[in-house]
């Protein structure tokens, strides 16, 4: 059976990633498998042990890292908080042939092209503007100032890394952005 290939979409942090990757699953004809990444940070309200992340403690990740149980695993921030891809969330479905959707930093996805070559399709959101994602940040009301002040200066990093992609997708309209990702994977079937 045909592999399937692994898609990553990477942008900072309020380029509103996570609406356009929703939207994107709701048009997309390809059956495709969402990894759920371990993370060590806690859930914000509303998010789902098991369907947002997998919520652990640093000595469970450490644990998992230590028998090779991810994929790739970042310390984004640079917080201390760890955040990674099991290997359990990925290899069974491109086995049977379904495509894996990853939502990774830049650095994680560096990782995954290096194990992965050929089965790897990334690509960038960027927010339509600084501003735009700055606004996006604050009106979500999730993160502190000191956490706002740590993802605007990370995004300002992560748009100089958008040409190590694939593919850049504007995000100024959401069903615009998600229809380019689909026009991606049809590409790249
Ligand atoms: P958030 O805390 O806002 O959910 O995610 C913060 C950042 O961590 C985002 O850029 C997201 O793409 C990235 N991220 C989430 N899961 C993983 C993962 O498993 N590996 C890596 N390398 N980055 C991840």
Redesign the pocket.
Known sequence: MKRGKILII????GAG?TTVVKEFLSRVKTPFHC?I???T?SPRPGEIDGV??HFITPEQFAAKKAENGFL???E??GTG?W???PIEEVEPYLNKGEWTL????V???E?IKQRYGKEVVSVFISPGSMKALEERLRGRKTESEADIAIRLKRAEA?MATADKYDYIVVNDVVAKAADAICHIVEKEI
């Open positions: 990477s942008g900072p942090s990633k990894s990444s371990a993370t940070r947002n992340y790739e695993s970042v984004v921030f908080v955040y990674g891809t990853l939502e990774i930093d650095r994680g996805c990782l992560e």
